[in-house]
């Protein structure tokens, strides 16, 4: 089975810092991928990587930066927190190929104060 | 239009009842898809992937329609343990998948 792992279950910060959530995939999987999820909006995804050192932009990277250094972790980054990244994020893993589906991680659920 | 649209519910049930979501996708290019299982406060997990011909795990049951641009899930004899949000996703590509909001079902006892 595919295991995808998120850093923290919970993290609670404060505005201004600059936070790091972590996620680990034991798959190989050449896509990762990291998602928030908000009450009525779904998941919208923040960025993806294809490969090591590549990353694009989804549909709403502002505020985040992400890293891949190495193929089983992906990184997501909040320059400097802000309340309204108060969510759920999800990290997920998929194959090389489209019909593969993603895995995802247990998600961290992230509050801002 | 969304690209990916489903029912958000909820669908009140009762145990042993049988019960079908749909999900509408837009674009006629797209190539694979998926039903993930939430339950609340949890991340989503892989339900079953829709094959062209339809595909059966147990009590559930995926098809796929390309001509009208939509898959459905069924699920026969509901147990109380089905209550969760069922998310579609469509593949338009290898790192483009998309996401419907989902379908509260909540069986009943």
């Known amino acids: 089975d595919v295991k995808v792992t998120q850093s923290s279950r919970y993290l609670v910060k404060r505005t201004g810092e600059k936070v790091f959530l972590e996620c680990v995939q034991d798959m190989d999987h050449e896509n990762m991928f990291w998602y928030r999820q908000d009450p009525g909006l779904g998941l919208r995804l923040i960025y993806f990587?294809?490969?090591?050192?590549?990353?694009e932009k989804g549909d709403i990277p502002e505020g985040y930066s992400v890293s891949r250094e190495k193929k089983e972790r992906f990184s997501l980054i909040l320059e400097s927190a802000s309340t309204n990244q108060t969510s759920m994020y999800l990290c997920a893993s998929s194959g090389p190929v489209s019909n593969q589906p993603q895995h995802f991680g247990d998600g961290t659920r992230l509050s801002i104060l | 239009r969304k690209e990916v649209e489903q029912d958000p519910g909820p669908f009140n049930v009762p145990e042993g009842a049988t019960v079908a979501f749909n999900c509408t996708y837009s674009?006629?290019?797209?190539?694979?898809f998926f039903w993930y299982r939430q339950d609340c406060r949890k991340e989503p997990k892989l339900l079953m992937s829709v094959y062209s011909s339809g595909n059966e795990d147990g009590r559930f049951t995926a098809q796929l329609n390309r001509a009208s641009q939509y898959i459905s899930l069924l699920i026969r004899d509901s147990k109380l343990s089905d209550s969760a949000t069922y998310l579609c996703?469509?593949?338009?590509?290898?790192?483009?998948?998309?996401f419907g909001t989902g379908t509260r079902l909540k069986v009943l006892a």
């Open positions: 996703v469509v593949n338009g590509g290898t790192y483009k998948y998309i």
């Open positions: 990587s294809y490969d090591v050192k590549m990353k």
């Open positions: 674009n006629s290019a797209s190539q694979s």
